[in-house]
């Protein structure tokens, strides 16, 4: 059974740096393209990074790109998501989700951020 | 990108009686490889997404038959025959035939 627990959420000043981890069970990291999506308070779901199936390529949304980099460990079978540079707007509960050839089928539970002063 | 539309964005229902939730996209989404990936997902309050179709039309194991999804190029629906009170929550379209993948904004289904 696919089962996807996200870490490493919390509360961060703007500027500041954030790791989030995903662990993944029920399934391999590596034969899977893994995606990280957020959801600001109240709001809908934003799609933020995407790690191919192959680690051979990585794509980011326009308003992470060059602060955000996602990766994975395949040892461990986890997924990562370092987050540099953290704004107010970056403030979001922040979903790992398992790809499944152009859809996304699993979702974590979740972990927040916070980017405040 | 490609822009996903729902509509209603809030949608009040009786119980027992069905519901209707639309999502149009700004392109068609048939991929080249024939298939059509539009997906709908259901968010209850306080939980992660948990998806109920995909490719347009098929159910998620679990996932009660009341819910239909129906549609092509670039208009799709999702009925729920008979709305029972655990089908309370905001639903959301997402397609992943262009990328990147896009979200409607969701459709919030509540009690009237």
């Known amino acids: 059974q696919v089962h996807l627990v996200e870490s490493g959420g919390g509360v961060v000043q703007p500027g500041g740096s954030l790791t989030l981890s995903c662990a993944a069970s029920?399934?391999?990291?590596?034969?899977?393209?893994m995606h990280w999506v957020r959801q600001a308070p109240g709001k809908g779901l934003e799609w933020v990074a995407f790690?191919?199936?192959?680690?051979?390529?990585?794509y980011y949304a326009e308003s992470v790109k060059g602060r955000f980099t996602i990766s994975r460990d395949n040892s461990k079978n986890t997924l990562f998501l370092q987050m540099n540079s953290l704004r107010p707007e970056d403030t979001a509960m922040y979903f790992c989700?398992?790809?499944?050839?152009?859809?996304?089928?699993?979702w974590g539970q979740g972990t927040l951020v916070t980017v405040s002063s | 990108d490609v822009v996903m539309t729902q509509s209603p964005l809030s949608l009040p229902v009786t119980l027992g009686q069905p519901a209707s939730i639309s999502c149009s996209s700004s392109?068609?989404?048939?991929?080249?490889?024939?298939?059509?990936?539009l997906i709908w997902f259901q968010q209850r309050a306080g939980q992660s997404p948990r998806r109920l179709i995909y490719?347009?039309?098929n159910w998620d194991s679990g996932v009660p038959d009341r819910f239909i999804g129906s549609g092509s190029g670039t208009n799709f629906t999702l009925k729920i025959s008979r709305v029972e009170a655990e089908d309370i929550g905001v639903y959301y379209c997402?397609?992943?035939?262009?990328?990147?993948?896009?979200f409607g904004q969701g459709t919030k289904l509540e009690i009237k």
């Open positions: 989700a398992k790809d499944q050839w152009l859809e996304i089928d699993y």
């Open positions: 029920g399934f391999t990291v590596s034969k899977y393209g």
């Open positions: 790690l191919r199936y192959d680690g051979t390529s990585t």
């Open positions: 392109q068609s989404l048939e991929h080249r490889d024939g298939n059509t990936y």
């Open positions: 490719k347009v039309s």
């Open positions: 997402m397609q992943g035939t262009h990328w990147p993948y896009t």
